[in-house]
């Protein structure tokens, strides 16, 4: 049964309708597109992250240029991640200690430490509409034993962040760790409900579990979370992955693949993944998507996007451009049939239509039945 909702989350900055998916500016930039393209995507809220911002150019710089939304010339809502997830993706580059965490820098190697009251400071300093509390994410599978230290850390780092969170104008959000283990997601989830974080977060997934494990996680965390707050996973975001996300109640995403995946010539359509480099697109006039109105589809075929990223051993730089550019307005558009799905109250109906979609059996899929808006 599904538990899909819809709602509007008020920043300061904006209104995002939920469900929405947040396009991911790690260092202030989503790679490769101007703001006021991203703008034309339908996205309307971002996400940065704090680790990186820290290195350079440093929290100072940002707040005397304006701060992050003047920094990055964004009007709308952002998010800065707390770089919880720097502690998973650069274990090797770093030493976790009960109250903080130390980096060899992966820029210059020099020493950087992030703690609780660190990355709040930090994110203080940046300026997000809505900023993360500092947390421990651990590659699945992981031992139990570890797996229930980072837990306990994550509470005590969750109860840290809030104790050094000075602004009013920001929401703090909590995460819930405990990785695939339903045990410790309700008691991490507990915890933080006693701390009255303004919206909660699901980590720790999409880090080794797969498909079935992480939906059934999300399934069984989220009813877990107060109702009546925002539930955010973090990091996740194919499209079978959001679609059944959303159908378990969670209203926020965030993902690199769109622009990930379209710096390597693949491209979602409605139809299903497109796969540039293959030599049947060659000779293709056709769009992308022919239903899509973005500046890719309305502008360019398929044979001539091929062509940019087979000129030689690096693509042409619009190449790139061009296919993120597209798989952003994807996004956004299957965010917008979710939320028109369930507010005619047919979400289950049409998430069926998902179920296969990023099997990797073949390139192209039948095309599925989503109506227009």
């Not at 599904?2 to 929405?20: D, F, I, K, Q, Y």
Request: proline residues 6%; glycine residues 8%.
């Amino acid at each position: 049964m599904s538990t899909a909702r819809c709602g509007c989350l008020e920043t300061p900055h904006g209104t995002v309708n939920t469900p929405a998916f947040m396009p991911v500016g790690t260092r202030g930039t989503v790679k490769g597109i101007m703001p006021s393209q991203l703008q034309e995507t339908g996205a309307r809220m971002i996400l940065a992250n704090t680790y990186h911002l820290m290195l350079r150019p440093g929290p100072e710089v940002v707040e005397q240029l304006g701060g992050l939304h003047r920094f990055v010339n964004w009007d709308g809502p952002m998010l800065t991640d707390s770089g919880g997830y720097q502690v998973f993706s650069l274990d090797k580059l770093n030493r976790i200690g009960d109250d903080q965490v130390e980096f060899a820098s992966h820029i210059d190697g020099s020493r950087a430490v992030l703690s609780a009251k660190i990355a709040t400071e930090v994110q203080n300093q940046l300026g997000a509409d809505i900023i993360m509390a500092f947390d421990e994410c651990v590659k699945l599978p992981c031992p139990l034993p570890q797996l229930k230290l980072a837990v306990e850390r994550t509470i005590r780092w969750a109860e840290q962040s809030l104790a050094a969170h000075k602004r009013k104008d920001q929401l703090l959000f909590g995460i819930v760790q405990g990785g695939t283990d339903k045990e410790l997601r309700s008691y991490c989830a507990e915890q933080l409900i006693k701390l009255d974080f303004p919206g909660y977060a699901i980590g720790g997934l999409s880090v080794g579990e797969g498909h079935e494990q992480m939906i059934e996680t999300v399934a069984f965390t989220a009813p877990e979370l107060p109702p009546e707050k925002p539930r955010y996973l973090m990091g996740v975001g194919t499209p079978r992955d959001l679609v059944a996300a959303i159908g378990a109640g969670v209203d926020m995403f965030d993902c690199v693949l769109p622009t990930r995946n379209g710096r390597h010539a693949t491209a979602y359509t409605r139809g299903g993944k497109i796969k540039l480099r293959n030599a049947q697109h060659k000779l293709n006039q056709e769009p992308l998507d022919e239903s899509c109105d973005c500046y890719t589809c309305r502008n360019f075929s398929r044979g001539y996007l091929r062509h940019l990223f087979m000129v030689g051993k690096e693509p042409e730089m619009m190449g790139p451009i061009l296919v993120s550019l597209h798989n952003l307005t994807f996004f956004q558009w299957l965010m917008e049939q979710a939320r028109l799905a369930i507010r005619q109250n047919r979400y289950e109906s049409w998430a069926r239509n998902w179920a296969d979609y990023d099997t990797d059996n073949q390139e192209e899929f039948i095309e599925v039945d989503i109506p227009k808006t």
